[in-house]
């Protein structure tokens, strides 16, 4: 397994996370700001969003390995606190540095948004955010799997992975790594076994669609005869459905995508929007910003809303 040597000592809970009073907080926050960023974060215990925040919070804290510090207050025991910062609801996550507030938000938040926020933070610091060393080995693998170094890439995933658990990026990559091994079940028992908390990140919704598509380009047929039938009978959606998943198990998105869009525009009920639902499938599958996805949303939105 590619090691990365990532990993440093990191400090003590106790001096990454604490509770905080109105008599403590000065020293706690404003005081202990002047050198490392610190993180506030204001709840309740009768708070449910609280009690799914804070510990995603922590978690994000200690990764960070003390660029960034956090205090907890108890906003039933710290009125006047959360008066004077006029916190109106909670959770409220404040950060402080040189003791003045430099970001900010309320309510729960995914644990990527959340890594995203204290990654500001500490960049807010002046310190250099765990994650852009992953980010950079993340960016590694996927150039490997680019290249077709899948079983490279997928080791170097693993290696983000037990540094970072919950990176998303690095996991969507294992799976997808997997995928292009022709490792289909075991992109699959990953998938059911991601964390909960990056289950719905972007990039497992993406390696998700991809390996629904590669199960139906194991039992694709000829793009030829495909193409044949459909010629002689531009109606049969079955035969044009088809063909538009051999394209794909071809690599030919963008004629798949073409041959959806006409099947869509000829019925779009048919098979209980097949055409639709294998659309929403490629755009999922592939990069937001790649043209086919750009072009091919276009063009079946004017159909949608025609």
Request: charged share 20%; hydrophobic share 45%.
């Amino acid at each position: 397994m590619t090691d990365l040597n990532l990993s440093t000592a990191a400090p003590a809970d106790a001096d990454l996370i604490k509770d905080t009073t109105e008599a403590t907080f000065m020293a706690d926050v404003v005081d202990a700001s002047q050198t490392v960023p610190v993180i506030v974060d204001f709840w309740a215990p009768w708070c449910g969003p609280c009690k799914t925040l804070g510990p995603m919070l922590e978690d994000a804290v200690r990764a960070a390995k003390g660029a960034v510090k956090m205090v907890k207050v108890n906003v039933d025991q710290a009125q006047n606190i959360a008066g004077q910062l006029q916190i109106q609801s909670i959770p409220t996550v404040y950060a402080f540095y040189k003791g003045q507030p430099v970001d900010g938000f309320q309510g729960a938040l995914p644990q990527s948004e959340i890594k995203a926020f204290v990654d500001r933070v500490v960049k807010a610091g002046g310190g250099e955010a765990p994650g852009d060393t992953l980010a950079d080995a993340v960016a590694a693998a996927e150039e490997m799997l680019a290249e077709g170094a899948a079983t490279d890439a997928a080791q170097t995933f693993a290696a983000i992975l037990e540094e970072d658990p919950m990176n998303a990026p690095a996991y969507g990559g294992m799976v997808r790594s997997h995928i292009a091994m022709g490792a289909l079940d075991q992109a699959e028992a990953l998938l059911n076994g991601a964390p909960i908390e990056i289950s719905k990140a972007p990039e497992l919704e993406a390696a998700h669609a991809q390996l629904q598509l590669a199960h139906q380009a194991a039992d694709a047929g000829p793009v030829a005869e495909l193409t044949e039938k459909v010629e002689a009978n531009p109606d049969d959606h079955q035969a044009r459905f088809d063909l538009a998943q051999a394209l794909y198990a071809h690599d030919n998105a963008e004629a798949a995508v073409e041959h959806l869009l006409e099947l869509f525009r000829r019925d779009r009920e048919w098979n209980e929007g097949a055409a639709k639902t294998q659309l929403f499938t490629i755009f999922e599958a592939l990069k937001p910003n790649e043209p086919v996805v750009l072009n091919g949303r276009r063009k079946l939105s004017s159909m949608i809303f025609a």
